[in-house]
């Protein structure tokens, strides 16, 4: 482990404690701010799944662009191809888990 990684690693540790104590906090008040109950229930979870994915994508997809710009086109198009192949893979089960409750 290198010297600048120990940082990182301290503050996703923290990240986690801190979760978890809001987590606790949570599910043993009587009227929570978040209803973490909720995102469990089956009927609204593929709805809360999907949402999730479209935040990852929609802001992870922003730093690769001057990536794509900069890099082989040749390269990058199959790369492009991967990536759409993959999330419009996932879409689908998503959409199918949800068809089936």
């Known amino acids: 482990m290198t010297s600048r990684s120990r940082p990182v690693l301290g503050r996703l540790l923290l990240a986690v404690l801190l979760g978890g104590a809001w987590l606790t906090v949570e ?7 978040v209803d973490v109950r909720a995102l469990a229930d089956r009927r609204v979870a593929p709805f809360f799944l999907c949402a999730v994915v479209f935040g990852v994508v ?13 890099a082989d086109p040749g390269v990058t198009v ?3 191809c991967a990536v759409l192949a993959f999330g419009a893979a996932a879409v ?6 949800a068809g089936r409750d």
């Open 92 to 97: 689908t089960a998503v959409a199918r888990r």
């Open 27 to 33: 599910l043993r008040t009587a009227e929570p701010l």
């Open 78 to 80: 199959w790369l492009l």
């Open 58 to 70: 929609y802001f992870g997809s922003q730093s690769p662009d001057a990536t794509f710009l900069a």
